[in-house]
C-alpha cells in the first residue's frame, strides 16, 4: 500500500513540475543532446557554451541567461535552427544568428589568449 502511494506521489510531483514550467500538449518537446557542454569564446569577450547531440538532431546554446533549443537543418548538418536563432558549427569553431543578424561571431572552442600564446611560442621556438 505504501508503494503504491510513494508512486504516485512522485507521479503527481512530476505532473506539477512539467506543469508549472509552461510544458503543455502542443509544446514542442526537446531532447537535451548527448554531449557534454563545450565552452565557446567569441568576438568582443562574449562566451557561450553548446552542447550537441553525436547522433541526435538538438543542440542547445546558452548564452547570456538565455537557454536557446536549436534543431539540426535537415539539408545542412553544421547548421541548426528553431525559427529565431540559426547555429552554424563546425570543427570548433561557431557562429550564432539572431534573425538573421550575427550575435556571436568567430566562436572558437580555444581562448584568444591561449591561441595568441601558442602563436607566439611557435615564433620564438622557430
Known amino acids: 500500500m505504501k508503494r503504491k502511494s510513494l508512486i504516485f506521489s512522485i ?66 548538418p553544421n547548421i541548426y535552427r528553431n525559427g529565431t536563432y540559426t547555429l552554424f558549427s563546425q570543427e570548433g569553431f561557431a557562429t550564432l544568428e539572431r534573425e538573421g543578424v550575427p550575435l556571436l561571431t568567430n566562436c572558437s572552442v580555444v581562448q584568444p589568449e591561449r591561441l595568441e600564446r601558442s602563436v607566439i611560442d611557435k615564433i620564438y621556438r622557430g
Open 11 to 76: 507521479g503527481l510531483l512530476s505532473f506539477a513540475a512539467l506543469s508549472g514550467t509552461g510544458c503543455g500538449i502542443d509544446d514542442p518537446v526537446y531532447v537535451v543532446p548527448s554531449m557534454s557542454n563545450t565552452q565557446y569564446y567569441c568576438d568582443q569577450n562574449r562566451q557561450m557554451v553548446m552542447s550537441l547531440g553525436v547522433n541526435n538532431p538538438n543542440a542547445v546554446v546558452l548564452y547570456d541567461g538565455n537557454t536557446i533549443h536549436l534543431q539540426r537543418d535537415l539539408i545542412e
